[in-house]
């Protein structure tokens, strides 16, 4: 059993095509949901205001600008961005390839007029977009209220939105490429946890690589996951996209590396469900 190919789609534009339906049918679907989505960003608001209440502290003691080379507002809008990233992924248990794999769902929804991972990309990039510019938002809100505002250079924002749609593009290849290995593994859970916690402690979700030592800034300068987390939310706060092109660049070729485990862990599974007939 395999998934319908590009000729019987009309081709990779046409394929294209069917998963920005896809991914907008997703989007508007979410807007049923704001109410629930927007209790979830309850814990993006007590963040955002502990750790005002924690950089202020801080600031007592040890000049802050002169620590982590961003102001007390800075970081604070700098951290709304992080999370918006962060709180905008499936859960730590992966998107639905998981479930549908261990419960062999899959097997039926291969029968599907679109490849299975071009019809899951479409449905969970809609929900992830959906949620990141609604955590936005609620992050904006709060930081408004918490600390006011910040100069935002409309060039900046517009490469850190930009970057950050990459990021997601890239972030779900990864994921997929986790998920598949239900085939083999019956629990996935830990592998996504890794990669969770690894994207959120060397990524620079909740302090901007300057704040840390240099030894551990120098290591996670070297690793993908400062490019996933770090430089769109630095772009975000800084008066001008510097950076921008290098971190698109790096991106992509992470994106493009991801893809060889991902399509070729998913034929291999693909093998199985038609060995044992769904």
């Known amino acids: 059993m395999t998934s ?23 989007l508007a679907s979410q807007f049923a949901y704001v109410g629930e989505q927007v209790v979830r960003t309850t814990f993006l608001v007590l963040i955002l205001y502990i750790f005002t209440q924690l950089w202020n502290a801080t600031d007592r003691f040890q000049d802050v600008r ?9 970081l604070i809008w700098y951290l709304a961005f992080t999370e918006s990233i962060i709180m905008s992924a499936a859960g730590i248990r992966g998107t639905s390839v998981d479930h549908d794999v261990r419960t062999g769902d899959l097997a039926y929804r291969l029968t599907k007029p679109i490849p299975y991972p071009c019809f899951q990309f479409g449905s969970d990039l809609g ?3 959906f949620r990141f510019f609604l955590n936005l938002a609620v992050g904006i809100g709060v930081s408004l209220a ?23 593009v890239v972030d779900w290849i990864w994921v997929f490429s986790i998920s598949v290995l239900s085939f083999w593994i019956e ?9 969770r916690r690894l994207l959120m402690l ?11 030592p240099d030894w551990l800034r120098s290591v996670c300068e070297r690793l ?24 698109v660049g790096v991106v992509l070729i992470l ?17 199985q469900v038609s060995a044992q007939g769904g």
Do not use: C, N, W
């Open 202 to 212: 060397l990524g620079g979700m909740l302090l901007p690589l300057e704040a840390y």
């Open 255 to 271: 994106g493009i590396v991801g893809l060889i485990p991902a399509l070729l862990l998913y034929r291999l599974g693909l093998r």
């Open 127 to 129: 929900t992830r977009v």
């Open 224 to 247: 993908p996951f400062a490019y996933m987390v770090y430089h769109p939310s630095r772009l975000f706060v800084l008066d001008r996209p510097d950076g921008f092109l290098h971190a």
């Open 187 to 195: 629990d996935t859970f830990g592998i996504h946890l890794l990669y």
């Open 4 to 26: 319908p190919d590009l000729k019987e789609l009309g081709g990779p534009f046409a394929l294209l095509k069917k998963v920005l339906v896809i991914s907008r049918a997703t």
């Open 66 to 74: 002169e620590a982590t080379g961003f102001s007390i507002p800075q």
């Open 146 to 168: 918490v600390v006011g505002p910040i100069p935002l250079a409309p060039l900046a924002v517009l490469a850190a939105i930009s970057l950050t749609l990459l990021v997601f």
